[in-house]
């Protein structure tokens, strides 16, 4: 079955980096795009970023894009955000999450990593 | 990239339906069939319920249905059941490769 596990979480400053990272299984990771989507506390979900299957394209949110960088590993089948210059408001669980293939939808979920940026 | 507008909240009793409502814009809703909605029980992970605006995947009860009609998608629920009571979200394909999620809709099941 497939599975995504999310690691990396933590307590960081703001304007400090963290790398936040998903291990996938049950699945072909390199033949699938792959999205990151995170969670402010009490608060709806926000699109951040997606990667193509084979890493060659990477599309952001305006709201991270020149902060935050999305890589993948199809060797470790292991996908990553690196995530620089943190601000508060950039407090929020991230969920690592599977692309659909050919439907625009995110058919998977990891359990989430909080990343809790303080000031 | 603004957010979907959704109700923040709607309610019913068991056995009855419920619509959410999703709007966006003629760039993101209204240009693509690609909406997909997303159900949250607390704590836990959101759940695909809905893709391509009215498919549901494997699993999924059909219960859950989907359309759209201009900018505003809308997901129904009908036989409403006490386990379908959590958030729910909308999401559209927004092009250049970016999706909008919309701001979520808290499902009470009375």
């Known amino acids: 079955q497939v599975q995504l596990v999310e690691s990396g979480g933590g307590v960081v400053q703001s304007g400090g980096s963290l790398r936040v990272s998903c291990a996938a299984s049950?699945?072909?990771?390199?033949?699938?795009?792959m999205h990151w989507v995170r969670q402010a506390p009490g608060k709806g979900l926000e699109w951040v970023a997606y990667?193509?299957?084979?890493?060659?394209?990477?599309y952001y949110a305006d709201s991270v894009k020149g902060r935050f960088t999305m890589s993948r590993d199809n060797s470790k089948n292991t996908l990553h955000l690196q995530m620089n210059s943190l601000r508060v408001e950039d407090t929020a669980v991230y969920y690592c999450?599977?692309?659909?293939?050919?439907?625009?939808?995110?058919?998977?979920w990891g359990q989430g990593t909080l990343v809790t940026v303080s000031s | 990239q603004s957010a979907l507008t959704q109700p923040a909240s709607v309610s019913g009793s068991p056995g009855q339906s419920i619509t959410i409502s999703c709007t966006g814009t003629?760039?993101?809703?209204?240009?693509?069939?690609?909406v997909s909605w997303y159900q949250q029980h607390p704590g836990k992970a959101p759940k695909l319920m809905i893709y391509?605006?009215?498919k549901r995947p494997s699993g999924i009860s059909n219960r859950f249905s989907g359309s759209k009609s201009g900018n505003t998608a809308s997901l129904t629920i009908s036989g409403l059941q006490a386990e379908d009571e959590a958030d729910y979200y909308c999401c559209s394909f927004a092009g250049s490769t970016t999706w909008v999620f919309g701001g979520g809709t808290k499902l009470t099941v009375l």
């Open positions: 999450a599977k692309d659909l293939n050919g439907g625009y939808a995110l058919d998977y």
């Open positions: 990667i193509r299957f084979d890493g060659s394209s990477k």
């Open positions: 049950g699945f072909t990771f390199s033949n699938s795009g």
């Open positions: 003629s760039s993101d809703v209204g240009s693509y069939n690609l």
């Open positions: 391509e605006g009215s």
